[in-house]
Nanobody, 121 residues
Framework: QVQLVESGGGLVQAGGSLRLSCVASGSIFRINAMGWYRQAPGKQRELVADITSGGSTNYADSVKGRFTISRDNAKNTVYLQMNSLKAEDTAVYYC???????????????WGQGTQVTVSS
């Protein structure tokens, strides 16, 4: 079994910062890409940022220059540093990992349970 556990969400004023963390644990052979998605009330889940095992990153246009994704491969952990937060960043943030559970398995996507980020204006 594989688990992804997020932490670091909360309530912050506009202009403030938060740092999200997500740790993958369990039966893991190799983690490929890891990423963060978010879903605001009444909206579809959208990609915020992702990062490959080699460190290549990709960001949604709405967060470029404000958010930074990073990972620690030794700790199976991905981070999302969020600066200059805006009210429209309010959402549940989900961690995603594309990983292989064993040497004989195909890669599959896993999700965390989500962490709430609320930005007050």
């Amino acid at each position: 079994q594989v688990q992804l556990v997020e932490s670091g969400g909360g309530l912050v004023q506009a202009g403030g910062s938060l740092r999200l963390s997500c740790v993958a644990s369990g039966s893991i052979f190799r983690i490929n890409a890891m990423g963060w998605y978010r879903q605001a009330p009444g909206k579809q889940r959208e990609l915020v940022a992702d990062i490959t095992s080699g460190g290549s990153t990709n960001y949604a246009d709405s967060v470029k220059g404000r958010f930074t994704i990073s990972r620690d491969n030794a700790k199976n952990t991905v981070y999302l540093q969020m600066n200059s937060l805006k009210a429209e960043d309010t959402a549940v943030y989900y961690c995603n990992a594309d990983l292989t559970a064993s040497r004989w398995s195909r890669p599959s996507g896993y999700w965390g349970q989500g962490t709430q980020v609320t930005v007050s204006s």
